[in-house]
């Protein structure tokens, strides 16, 4: 008997062995065919969303594109709808459970027994030819259904399906201050990307002047025509001016890759952008006054909607904290089936109530109480803090966008002093012996200050964007999603037109 138990106790362990060892898992790296492949799915995904036929792009369309295809407000999009998803999966949670069993068993002999008297805690021996009795079958087949609902779990589930809708509500947010960065960042990158299409076309040719000069001033220089002295330093003018227009070019040629990277376009497409006129470059006003921005951002910020809903899930945690102390109801009900021939109701229904509850809870009542209310503190104090932190970007991106006025009007006056310079020298050049150096010297000068202008318009813009972001007004609202990139610029285009003449809808403090 002993020899026959150690011999199953050998042949289990060694069953359990091959299990685990066949269990075991170990580093599998991914081949090269793989790779390949995801690479392909990558580039035919991006190369389907660049191949789309273009129109001349303006800023308009440059944001809703950037809206509709960019990688990383997508990204918050599936993050929104997964928030979504388990919103509807935790309406689930919320239900009875129902669980439904059946099975089958069979052993090699009855499971027969026999039985003793049992007298003062001792029991008695069994006779030698003792009477065994058998109340099952060899073969056994069960099945049951049955249900249970507790009423602690549901008031849980309920807390935490509210929690979840807030959680949903924040991923929204989210969404909405991505589309707010992206279209800043647009609106930026989009008018640096008009200027380099404007100037690089004038650089080239300036750069072809410049290289010239310097070839026949080296050419003067070899044949000793000139003072070597005066060619050396005529050279080196030629040199700075060619440094110059080197690295203005290569800071140019960098724009529109960005604006195409924002846009969600493969780099290396080429953009064809609209062209700003003269009548282009006008100054935005601002109606709005401080105190009404003020108002309309503490409302109307997704940073400060989102802390919001925190708070309202640190509330909700704090019912949730309470439940758990409360006593466990459980309400089961069911239906049986045993396939015995020994039985005399193989059929039988079976319900009950349970009540349990971990008394020392009660304990940790007090300390529950506490850790909730800092949690709902610790909530007020963000959005304390982010109102605060939203005020001041308020007020910095309308200080910003003021200085950024004074120094576009500066540049624009820069300019056009410049110009009326180059004009002169060229007129100069006609009637009179002019060097070729000072041609070129004055004509980078007008493209520099041409330059300079651009940038102060493009950050004049950026800083005009900035303060619709920061009291957080939208460009678009979400039927975006439904829409076209046409569509969408379209809309954008309305809004721009509207925010330019400082129309906002008829918003005011006292609307909202």
């Not at 009795?133 to 399906?161: E, I, M, N």
């Not at 000139?226 to 005529?234: F, K, N, Q, R």
């Not at 309305?494 to 609307?511: K, M, Y």
């Amino acid at each position: 008997m002993k020899s026959t138990t150690s011999r199953n106790s050998v042949l289990l362990l060694s069953a359990l062995t091959l299990v685990i060892t066949g269990c075991s898992v170990t580093p599998d790296k991914l081949n090269q065919e793989s790779v390949e492949q995801s690479v392909q799915l990558s580039l035919a995904l991006i190369n389907g969303d660049s191949d789309r036929q273009m129109p001349e792009v303006d800023l308009a369309y440059a944001i809703g594109r950037a809206v509709q295809f960019n990688y990383e407000r997508k990204l918050k999009t599936l993050e929104s709808v997964l928030q979504d998803k388990q919103l509807e999966m935790s309406v689930f949670e919320q239900l009875p459970s129902m669980t439904a069993s059946a099975g089958y068993s069979k052993r090699d002999s009855y499971a027969a027994s026999a039985s003793t008297t049992f007298l003062n805690g001792v029991p008695a021996d069994l006779p030698a030819t003792p009477s065994y009795s058998v109340s099952q079958d060899k073969d056994s087949t069960t099945s049951s259904v049955g249900f249970a609902w507790s009423v602690l779990d549901f008031g849980l589930s309920y807390v935490r399906a509210k929690q979840q809708a807030d959680q949903y509500l924040i991923a929204q947010e989210r969404e909405r201050k991505v589309i707010h960065n992206i279209t800043k960042e647009v609106r930026s990158a989009y008018y640096r990307a008009v200027s380099a299409q404007k100037l690089l076309s004038r650089i080239e040719p300036l750069m072809v002047r410049a290289r010239d000069a310097l070839a026949s001033s080296e050419e003067l220089e070899a044949l000793r025509a000139e003072p070597p002295l005066e060619a050396l330093a005529y050279q080196r003018s030629l040199l700075e001016i060619l440094r110059t227009l080197q690295s203005l070019r290569q800071e140019l040629s960098t724009s529109k890759s960005e604006l195409a990277r924002l846009m969600g376009i493969k780099p290396g497409t080429e953009l064809n952008l609209t062209e700003l006129k003269s009548d282009d470059y006008q100054v935005p006003e601002v109606s709005l006054g401080m105190s009404c921005m003020e108002t309309i951002a503490l409302e109307r910020r997704p940073e400060l909607m989102e802390t919001r809903y925190r708070e309202r899930i640190s509330v909700e945690e704090t019912r949730a904290a309470l439940l758990k102390l409360l006593p466990g109801i459980t309400l089961d009900a069911g239906y049986n089936y045993d396939g015995s021939d020994y039985l005399l109701n193989n059929e039988w229904a079976s319900y009950g109530a349970k009540v349990s509850w971990n008394l020392f809870n009660i304990f940790s009542l007090g300390k529950q109480q506490e850790l909730a209310d800092l949690k709902v503190a610790l909530a007020k104090q963000q959005t304390l803090a982010t109102s605060m932190a939203v005020l001041s970007q308020v007020h910095m991106a309308n200080a910003n966008y003021a200085e950024s006025r004074t120094t576009y009007r500066i540049s624009e006056q820069y300019l056009s002093v410049s110009q009326r310079i180059a004009d002169q020298t060229d007129n100069a050049s006609q009637v009179q012996n002019v060097g070729e150096l000072k041609l070129i010297r004055e004509h980078l000068n007008q493209i520099l200050a041409e330059l300079r202008r651009d940038i102060a318009f493009a950050s004049m813009q950026n800083y005009y964007g900035e303060i619709m972001t920061s009291i957080g007004l939208d460009l678009i609202d979400d039927e975006y999603k439904s829409m076209d990139v046409e569509a969408v610029a379209e809309l954008i285009k309305a809004r721009l037109e509207q925010w330019n003449v400082s129309n906002f809808d008829s918003l005011s403090c006292e609307t909202i």
